[in-house]
């Protein structure tokens, strides 16, 4: 059974970083494109990043230049890497990956920054 299990989430203040870690388990096989999406109170999720299996990048326009998502594929580890945080980025943030055909969702993370 797939899993995904995010870490590093936390209180920061604004200005600071933080670093996000999501381990995907539970298949001998590859994972696709994993990404991070994150929902603050009151708002839809949005996607914040991804990265494809090859190492391609898209981020939302609101992180380009603060946010870098990374991978390592031996280690079916997907990162985000968070400076120069701002008040705004307060949510919770969850991680995807798919596998096959399906997208599978960690339980997600909360990231608070204060101002």
């Known amino acids: 059974q797939v899993q995904l299990v995010e870490s590093g989430g936390g209180l920061v203040q604004a200005g600071g970083s933080l670093r996000l870690s999501c381990v995907a388990s539970g298949s001998t096989f590859s994972f696709g494109t994993m990404g991070w999406y994150r929902q603050a109170p009151g708002k839809q999720r949005e996607e914040v990043a991804h990265?494809?299996?090859?190492?391609?990048?898209n981020y939302a326009d609101s992180v380009k230049g603060r946010f870098t998502i990374s991978r390592d594929n031996a280690k079916n580890t997907v990162y985000l890497q968070m400076n120069s945080l701002k008040p705004e980025d307060t949510a919770v943030y969850s991680c995807?990956?798919?596998?096959?055909?399906?997208?599978?969702w960690g339980q997600g993370t909360q990231v608070t920054v204060s101002s």
């Open positions: 990265i494809a299996s090859g190492g391609s990048t």
């Open positions: 995807n990956a798919i596998h096959g055909p399906y997208p599978y």
